[in-house]
């Protein structure tokens, strides 16, 4: 499996993109942060999050999506759907069946896991 996060140097989800009002992620307190240094935090914390959970996988961390905001590209390779299926839970037949999407499965993962990164102490940095 390979993953691509698109979260590599100037992701930042605290400010929106040039076509949107709203930044894709919203935290109290953000007047208070460095939020180009916290997003780099938050990105590395969420790498590592990526990574311990899905061990097997070639993880990248790429430049931003500034179009839309996309923070993952996953190909799902053979082999794959086994540790697809332990990891959801699922039985093997399930991920097996045609129309099963694995690599929307893997992005809803991260999707939660980004969830989790905010969660995890140490990603903000306060200004000075």
Do not use: C
């Not at 109290?28 to 790498?47: I, P, Q």
């Amino acid at each position: 499996m390979r993953i691509q996060m698109l979260s590599g140097p100037g992701w930042n989800p605290f400010m929106p993109l040039a076509n949107a009002n709203e930044a894709t992620i919203e935290v109290d307190g953000l007047e208070h942060l460095d939020s180009a240094a916290s997003a780099a935090n938050l990105s590395e914390t969420l790498a590592r999050l990526v990574r311990d959970a899905f061990p097997e996988a070639i993880v990248e961390i790429l430049p931003p999506d500034t179009d839309d905001g996309k923070l993952v590209i996953v190909e799902i390779e053979e082999g794959d759907l086994e540790r697809l299926a332990d990891y959801a839970g699922l039985p093997r037949s399930e991920v097996e069946q045609p129309g099963f999407d694995a690599a929307r499965l893997v992005r809803e993962a991260i999707y939660e896991l980004l969830r989790e990164a905010l969660e995890t102490s140490g990603w903000a940095i306060a200004r000075g």
